[in-house]
């Protein structure tokens, strides 16, 4: 069975750090685009980050350039998701996915077909 695992979501203050891990299991990451996505309470969930199969190729949502770096380690099958100087509004569940479509990747949900369960940020005082 493929899935995908978040790990390292938690409870962090404003202006924190936290890396998210995404493993997969049943199948190898190698030849897949990568997205991480976010549902924050009251909106529509967004795709936040996403790199390529290559590893040449990133692109990030305008709320979190910057801040956030995507990356990734096939001999893992594990990408990451770092995230530096959160704020409030970075609270919500983020999800890792992954597609097989395009040479470059998107951060549109519909091309995404494997999904992780999703990890709790919650960026407090």
């Known amino acids: 069975q493929r899935q995908l695992v978040e790990s390292g979501g938690g409870l962090v203050e404003p202006g924190g750090s936290l890396k998210l891990s995404c493993t997969s299991s049943?199948?190898?990451?190698?030849?897949?685009?990568i997205g991480w996505f976010r549902q924050i309470p009251g909106k529509l969930r967004e795709g936040v980050a996403c790199?390529?199969?290559?590893?040449?190729?990133?692109d990030y949502a305008d709320s979190v350039r910057g801040r956030f770096t995507i990356s990734r380690d096939n001999a893992k099958n594990t990408v990451y998701l770092q995230m530096n100087s959160l704020k409030p509004e970075d609270t919500g569940i983020y999800y890792c996915?992954?597609?097989?479509?395009?040479?470059?990747?998107?951060?549109?949900?519909?091309?995404?077909?494997?999904w992780g369960q999703g990890a709790q940020v919650t960026v407090s005082s």
């Open positions: 790199l390529n199969r290559g590893g040449d190729f990133t």
């Open positions: 996915a992954t597609t097989a479509s395009g040479r470059l990747c998107g951060r549109e949900e519909p091309i995404y077909d494997i």
């Open positions: 049943g199948f190898t990451l190698d030849y897949l685009n």
